[in-house]
């Protein structure tokens, strides 16, 4: 079974550019979640999806980023514009219960803004 | 969700027999505790849970006294394929692990 995936597994970007990243969950999962690790900080929570709707984006830092699920298989987590403090490693992550200890992570996406 | 505080890192040989050490003084009734390992450039993955006394799985075992303010994750005869950071994490499965709270971790190396 495949496990979660993320593309691209790099971006390189100018500040004020847009960014689009993509998640695949695991097959079957409904609950999908976003985090992200900026600078040597501890890796942070932004929002779960249950199926297409957004349970929690307590985390989201501002509107500049939109997370969508459209028929809620894989999300798309777009920056736009982005700005150098977005620079991290964005992880994606799924689970098949939703209130379940485990989570899978995919390998992230190492956005760097220039 | 109660925070954790562990080593910041620790250093250990092949063969050896690793116990990294979480405190969470504040742990609630209906918390568990769960570590998460990550290997360099990949995400989080689980590798135990547990409520209290001692829990074992292919991986690791984890150890609980009773009063639950810390626990121990150990780790047999450590390879160089340990060298990852490991997460301990609290909170109540029914309600606190829809969104995980990672802290610093515990970055482990493995030495030949």
């Known amino acids: 079974e495949a496990g979660v995936t993320q593309f691209p597994s790099h971006s390189v970007i100018e500040k004020g550019q847009t960014v689009t990243l993509r998640c695949d969950p695991i097959s079957g999962h409904d609950n999908l979640y976003w985090y992200r690790r900026v600078m040597g900080k501890e890796i942070k929570f932004l929002l779960h999806?249950?199926?297409?709707?957004?349970?929690?984006e307590s985390g989201m830092p501002n509107n500049r980023f939109l997370a969508e699920r459209t028929g809620g298989t894989y999300s798309t987590l777009k920056v736009q514009p982005a700005e150098l403090e977005d620079s991290g490693v964005y992880f994606c992550?799924?689970?098949?219960?939703?209130?379940?200890?485990?989570?899978?992570f995919g390998p992230g996406t190492r956005l760097t803004v220039l | 969700l109660a925070k954790t505080t562990q080593p910041i890192s620790m250093d250990s040989y092949e063969g050896q027999e690793v116990n990294i050490t979480c405190s969470h003084n504040n742990i609630a009734t209906n918390d568990y505790i769960t570590w998460y390992q990550q290997f360099p450039s990949q995400g989080p993955r689980f590798i135990i849970q547990?409520?209290?006394t001692k829990v074992t799985n292919e991986v690791a075992s984890l150890f609980i006294p009773a009063d639950r303010k810390s626990s121990t994750l150990s780790l047999p005869r450590v390879s160089l394929s340990d060298t990852a950071v490991y997460y301990c994490l609290v909170g109540a499965t029914n309600t606190g692990f829809q969104k995980l709270v990672f802290g610093t971790g515990t970055r482990l190396l493995v030495s030949p």
């Open positions: 999806f249950v199926k297409e709707s957004k349970q929690d």
């Open positions: 992550a799924s689970s098949q219960e939703q209130y379940s200890d485990t989570q899978y």
């Open positions: 547990g409520y209290k």
